[in-house]
């Protein structure tokens, strides 16, 4: 078995992500890990599947791995009238963080809506080595042109977390936000409390 990762985007539509496992085990393919969202009408997924060899191999032209796969899969949705777009490549062996010791945080930020808040917040974590695994951008959280930015990342217990906790604090103020950064243990435990 190949392991390859497999994203899509295209309209939403009721029955999509049945399309798309469906044809995985058509294909003898088996899902080891998928995360999908819907946005703004988008619909976008990430599927990790190992695939057998043989279903990646080339028509006669010798193996053609990541290439097979995603033509398959775009007949497969065209026959279905699907419209998604395709992009498959070989799985990444080894993640972010292998061997680093890390501490989950929720990182949230809001204030007044503009361009670029989320590349400049961004720019902190960078500078720190620290990885943002998932971000959720809402507009119009809190009235008219405001926005909420929820950063959840995985900090190494390399980094001076007070002094990543006052660069983030300096970029919020300079750009007129308000920034709270939280243990993800103690960001549940809050929201768990606050949802009685």
Known sequence: MEKYTASFLGRDCPGVVAAVSRLFGDMGCNIE??????????????????APEEMTAGRGEGACGADCLRLRLEEGLERAGVDLSVLVRPAIAEQWGAGLNCEPFVVTVDGP???????????????????????????GE????????????????????GRLRRELALEANNLNLRVSVQHRDIFEAVHRVSSF
């Open 142 to 161: 809190g009235g008219e042109g405001k926005a909420l930015f929820v950063f959840e990342v995985m900090v190494p217990d390399t980094v001076d977390l």
């Open 113 to 139: 809506d503009r361009p670029g808040l989320i590349g400049e917040m961004s720019r902190v974590f960078g500078r720190h080595g620290v990885n943002i695994e998932n971000l959720k951008a809402l507009l």
């Open 33 to 50: 890990a998928m995360a999908q969202t819907m946005l703004s009408g988008a619909f976008a997924a990430i599927f990790v599947v190992s």
